[in-house]
Each structure stands twice: as structure tokens, then as C-alpha cells.
């Protein structure tokens, strides 16, 4: 995780600090930000800095660290106002981090192709960005760094919890300016103040939206590194003391399961007190259906989301029978594929066409990426009528494989009474055991049927709640698959079960009766499971702990999620979801 990486960046120069000064916490006094300099300074050599210049130990040890740095003219240009680009080029480097090889911009006024785009966008968990009156998210780039912004960034890099430390009638009472400073930055400046990383000025304000100069930059950050009440490092590094966890419970590795290809690979199980952040990678622009920058680019539905090897994201927008595809290498939005005459199809059985299947009335209904194959599916129903003089219906339920071409991948041909309701199904499962076996679930007239398919034939029952050789399912259905058993989570009945296939076996695992689920998705033979922002782990045991808490999220944009409606994961173990109230697909960090 993020703060994991900076935290072990930094211990060595903390630890350098603490050999040649000393770590200590004192009383705010006004003005005394711009004190206590370094004791003991290497020297620098710029034209614009003599010795006697009043920051010139900041500067020093802190040119000397490697976190600031001069220009190709020996000059270092202390009194320069410092913009926003620059300072995230500064956090970058005083955490240890490397800057990012970036492919699109998160930032409509940043460009892939300027100079700090890789420095702003590893830099925007703790500097970050502004959402516009027109909609569109923007950086400022070449504005001044406020002194309320730099402010944020070192608590955010000195890993406070601004959610359980703030005290905000501490600035409320020092500052006669209180009042100036932003809301989402107030409980990040009272912890600056009570850990003595900021103090403020003799005349009793803050000035939270001047400007600073690279010189008051360098003090600033020297005494981020060395001030701080709980000797923390930047970026949560611990010196001395212990902050108090929440244990994580134990979880236990299944029996015998084996790994869906048609998953990403597993996810990390974050630290229980650890904060998150998260980024909106499409969409936040209000609903729409429009294609093009992230930037730009609307989202009108996701009814069904999956990411393959590349991270690229394919959601599903059913009612306008549309896939579409944020391609992460270019930050676009494009539309992948229409349900068009492409998805014609002809029933043939013993050499002669039984029926045509006409896209017309194909309904999609769910996604589903196949890791061992590369390949993506979709599934749907379709009901025809073969006669005017009969009351029955044919269902095909089929999947169809839509990359690298359209081709019927699985399907089942049954005869059903009764109306297009009975067999509309909007939560069945799809899972792969490899390139070319296939399991799925379908909802019919007499129950809930499982099938085994190998793709591009026929598709065979192996359980049906109808005779009790399965189980009825009511919510959003994931399924895992192991040798001989299949393991069901499904959020509308809250529970997890078991079909063990030889011999036949049906129980109940484990229930849940207190808490309504919201979103599942099968990852290295785990389930996640989301309810509101929550997001729980549970494996085929039944045992189960919090994956992510819903307030340990931190909303980059400020804009906050109220439910996941899909839920995935990238190759990076990092959280993909899908946020209806906002119109929008998110990462969180982990």
C-alpha cells in the first residue's frame, strides 16, 4: 500500500535526523514554524543563497536529502512564489515515491505530455485537485501552492487520521482568520498546530490562502520531518510509539478451491486502520451516455462491470444494449460493442435451422471476462414465440463471446409456459474453470438451474432447485467452482451455500440476518462483498472480516459514495466499483 511504501522510504532519513538532532514536540508558539533550524547543516552552493540567508540550513539539508534541488544555473531562487506543480514534485520526492509513466491525465488543465503530469499524478492523494463549476476536475497547476494546501499534503504524508485527531477548537481560538480556511481543510490544519509541524503567525492568523516561497517550502518541510507529537515519519513511519490497531480477524484458506481464471489476480488484505483513497476513473460529469475523456465521458448505467489483464474497464449498459469500454492505456471512453445483426443466430439441431434467434430481442444482462483465455462474454435472454397458435414460449438463454469476435459461446433451449417474466434473470453467475468449461446459472419457471457448458455447444443441467439438487437465489449471485463443489453467495437471501455435485449434496454454510448486501464479486477464490461503502471478505468456510471500512475512505474529488453498486478488482489488488448516485467508476487504493 501507499503509505507502507513511503513510510519504509523515509525511516532511513528519519532515522538520519534523529542521529543528528533531536526529535521533540514543544508548545506552539505564534511564528515559530520559522525557528528551531537545523543544527548541524551540510553545505550548498548556489549563486542567490549566501550562508547568511535566514532559510539557508532548511535549504540545505533538505537539497542535501534530495527532496528539493536547484536550478541548471547554480541559482536555487528562494523568494520564487512556488506553484502546485511544483510542490507535487516536491511530495513526490520527499516520499520516497517514484513518479508515475502516465498514459492519461486525470486533470482536464493537465496534459499528458507537460513536464509534471508523472509528478501530479503520483502526487494527487495528497495535493489534489478541484472539482469546477462546469463539472470538470482540475489541478491549477501553475497557481500558487497555499499555505493551506501544504498544510494538508504533510499531514496526509505524516499519516495522521485527521477523521479521529482533528480538534478543531484549537485553530478555532488562535486563529483570527479561522474563518479563511477551507472546510475540507480545517481538521488538517488543527493537527499541523497541536503536533507542531505549523504555528501560524505573531499577529494571531494562519493566512491559509497565501502563497509561500521555496524557501518557507524548505522550512516547512524540515520541520515535517522532525516535529510531530507522535514522532510519526511522512507517511505514517513510526519511531517510537505504537498507534493502536484494529486486529484483523483470521481468515482461512479453503479446503480444496481452485483459482477462477475469470478473475483478477488476488487482492492484499489492508491494514483495518489504514485510510483510503479514492479516484473517480469515468464519469462524476452527471448521466449521460457520451464517449471520449474521462474528462468529458458520461455514464448513463453499469448493470454489469468486469476489468481484464490490462486493468481496462467494460461496463454494461443494458437497456441501451451496449457495451462500453474505458480503455485505461489512453484514459478514453469508447463504445465497445451494440447488440446489432452481428448477434443473429440460427438454432440448428439434426442439420436443418429449428429457429433464428434475432438480436431485435436479445436482452444482455452480464459480463464476464475469462483471465485464461483473454476473452470477453456476454449472457441474455430471449423469449420466441414458434407459432401463433401456440401459448408457449422458447427461452434461449445464451452467452456470446464478443472478443476478439462475436460468437455464440453457450446455450440452452427450453420450452417454458407462461410470459417474458417468468425467465427474465438479472443475477446469475458466470464462471470459468478454464479456457473452454463454463458454468452459469439461469432463473426458470420451476427454479433456479445451474449449467455446465463447454463453449460453443449445447449446455446441460447439473442442479435445479426445482428437484432440490440446487438452491434458489433471489439477489446478485457469484459463484465459486472447485472440483466437485459449486459455492453460491447470493445478497438477496444473504447466504452463502454449498452444491457438492458427487455425491449430491445441498447445505447452507452460513446466513446473514442483520445486514443487507449491495454487491458481490468472486476474486482468488474469496468472495467480496459490498453493503453501502463496506466492503467484507468471505471465504468458503463461512468465515468472514471487514476487507475495507466505509469510513476509511478518503474521496479525492469530495465526492463521497453512498452505495457500490458493482464491484472488481484490477491487477494491481486495488478495488474497482461502481457509484450510481454519482454516475461514476472509482478506484480505491489500496
Known amino acids: 500500500m501507499v503509505h507502507k511504501k513511503i513510510a519504509s522510504a523515509l525511516i532511513a532519513i528519519l532515522m538520519i535526523f534523529t542521529l543528528t538532532g533531536t526529535m521533540f514536540a514543544a508548545p506552539v508558539e505564534y511564528g515559530e514554524e520559522l525557528q528551531n533550524m537545523p543544527q548541524n547543516t551540510p553545505t550548498v552552493s548556489f549563486t542567490d543563497l549566501p550562508n547568511t540567508h535566514w532559510a539557508y540550513k532548511y535549504i540545505a539539508e533538505m537539497v542535501n536529502k534530495k527532496v528539493l534541488e536547484g536550478y541548471p544555473d547554480h541559482k536555487f531562487r528562494p523568494d520564487n512564489t ?93 486563529f483570527k482568520d479561522y474563518e479563511g480556511i477551507s472546510e475540507s481543510a480545517k481538521d488538517y490544519v488543527a493537527i499541523a498546530v497541536e503536533n507542531g509541524l ?11 490562502q497565501n502563497s509561500i516561497t521555496r524557501a518557507e517550502a524548505a522550512a516547512l518541510l524540515w520541520r515535517a520531518f522532525m516535529y510531530g507529537n507522535d514522532n510519526k515519519g511522512v507517511g505514517g513511519g513510526d519511531q517510537s510509539t505504537t498507534t493502536p490497531t484494529t486486529p484483523t480477524p483470521p481468515v482461512t484458506q479453503p479446503a480444496s478451491p481452485t483459482t477462477n481464471p475469470s478473475t483478477p489476480s488476488h487482492p ?8 483510503f483513497s479514492v479516484d473517480t476513473l469515468v464519469g462524476g460529469n452527471g448521466q449521460g451516455d457520451v464517449d471520449g475523456p474521462v474528462r ?31 480503455n485505461q492505456s489512453n484514459g478514453m471512453v469508447e463504445t465497445f460493442k451494440i447488440v446489432n445483426n452481428q448477434f443473429n443466430w440460427d438454432y440448428v439441431a439434426d442439420g436443418q435451422n429449428v429457429t433464428h434467434y434475432d438480436y431485435s430481442q436479445f436482452t444482455p444482462i452480464k459480463l464476464a471476462y475469462n483471465l485464461a483465455s483473454n476473452k470477453l462474454y456476454v449472457s441474455g435472454n430471449v423469449l420466441i414465440k414458434p407459432s401463433n397458435y401456440s401459448s408457449d414460449y422458447y427461452n434461449i438463454h445464451t452467452i456470446y463471446e464478443v472478443s476478439p469476435a462475436i460468437q455464440m459461446a453457450a446455450y440452452t433451449f427450453d420450452r417454458l409456459s407462461g410470459s417474458y417474466g417468468d425467465v427474465y ?58 472440483n466437485n463443489d459449486i459455492f453460491i ?3 438477496g437471501n444473504r447466504t452463502l451455500s454449498k452444491i457438492q455435485l458427487f455425491p449430491r449434496k445441498v447445505e447452507t454454510v452460513v446466513s446473514f440476518d442483520s445486514i443487507t448486501f449491495d454487491s458481490v464479486t468472486v476474486c482468488n477464490g474469496k468472495f467480496y462483498i459490498s453493503s453501502g461503502t463496506t466492503i467484507y471478505e468471505l471465504t468458503t468456510d463461512g468465515k468472514w472480516s471487514v476487507f475495507i471500512d466505509g469510513k476509511d475512505l478518503i474521496y479525492n474529488d469530495g465526492n463521497p459514495i453512498q452505495k457500490i453498486s458493482q464491484l ?23
Open 82 to 174: 512556488i506553484s502546485r506543480a511544483e510542490f507535487a514534485t516536491i511530495i513526490v520526492k520527499a516520499a520516497g515515491l517514484q513518479a508515475k509513466k502516465v498514459n492519461y491525465s486525470s486533470f482536464s488543465d493537465v496534459k499528458v505530455t507537460d513536464w509534471y503530469s508523472p509528478w501530479i499524478e503520483t502526487a494527487k492523494d495528497y495535493l489534489t485537485g478541484y472539482r469546477a463549476a462546469n463539472g470538470e476536475y482540475i489541478y491549477n497547476p501553475t497557481a500558487p501552492a497555499l499555505r493551506e494546501d501544504i498544510t494538508v499534503a504533510i499531514v496526509k504524508l505524516k499519516g495522521y487520521d485527521a477523521a479521529r485527531l482533528a480538534n478543531r477548537s484549537i485553530i478555532e481560538a488562535m
Open 198 to 208: 505549523v504555528s501560524g503567525y505573531p499577529d494571531e492568523t494562519f493566512r491559509p
Open 268 to 275: 492484499q488484505q489492508p491494514s483495518q486502520a489504514a485510510k
Open 296 to 326: 468529458l465521458a458520461k455514464i448513463n448505467a453499469v448493470d454489469s462491470m468486469v476489468l481484464d489483464k490490462d486493468d481496462n474497464v467494460f461496463f454494461l449498459d443494458s437497456r441501451n444494449k451496449k457495451i462500453r469500454k474505458f
Open 425 to 482: 434473470d438479472t443475477h446469475e453467475f458466470i464462471s470459468f474453470t478454464d479456457e473452454q468449461t463454463i458454468f452459469y446459472k439461469q432463473q426458470l419457471g420451476s427454479g433456479d438451474v445451474i449449467y455446465q457448458a463447454t463453449l460453443g455447444g449445447a449446455s446441460s443441467i447439473i442442479a435445479n432447485a426445482g428437484d432440490k439438487t440446487g438452491v434458489d437465489l433471489t439477489g446478485r449471485v457469484e459463484a465459486i467452482v472447485t
Open 489 to 491: 453467495f447470493d445478497t
Open 568 to 590: 472488481s478488482f484490477d491487477s494491481n489488488g486495488n478495488v474497482i466499483v461502481y457509484d450510481d448516485d454519482n454516475k461514476a467508476i472509482r478506484r480505491i487504493n489500496l
